[in-house]
């Protein structure tokens, strides 16, 4: 299976810009995933953040991440990256990379669709 490497992450101040990078190594890396971001703060659920699919074509944000965060893959080293500008200190949470194989041509939004996961890294923003 294959597995998820997340980097990127770090301490920012409000209104700052992080990118994620979610990188994925050995397995059957050669598949076709589908792959999104996810997030959980302390003592919250984890929920969604952006989902790309497998071509890239398709994108979908949460509302908290329309029109400051950007999703976005290369897909012939299946790494997907998150742009993320006008940050708020609401957004401090560990992200989280997943990915699906599939070859479905559309996103999920809902983290049981995903059957494999990254370690995380962690996003602090300072007010």
């Known amino acids: 299976q294959v597995q998820l490497v997340e980097s990127g992450g770090g301490l920012v101040q409000a209104g700052g810009s992080l990118r994620l990078s979610c990188a994925a190594s050995?397995?059957?890396?050669?598949?076709?995933?589908?792959m999104a971001w996810f997030r959980q703060a302390p003592g919250k659920q984890r929920e969604f953040v952006a989902a790309?699919?497998?071509?890239?074509?398709?994108?979908t944000y949460a509302d908290s991440a329309k029109g400051r965060f950007t999703i976005s893959r290369d897909g012939a080293k299946n790494t997907v990256s998150l742009q993320m500008n006008s940050l708020k200190s609401e957004d401090t949470a560990v992200y989280y990379c997943?990915?699906?194989?599939?070859?479905?041509?559309?996103?999920?939004?809902?983290?049981?669709?995903?059957?494999?996961w990254g370690q995380g890294t962690q996003v602090t923003v300072s007010s």
């Open positions: 997943a990915a699906r194989e599939t070859a479905a041509w559309q996103t999920f939004r809902t983290a049981y669709e995903y059957d494999v």
């Open positions: 790309i699919s497998w071509s890239g074509i398709y994108k």
């Open positions: 050995s397995g059957r890396t050669n598949s076709m995933y589908a």
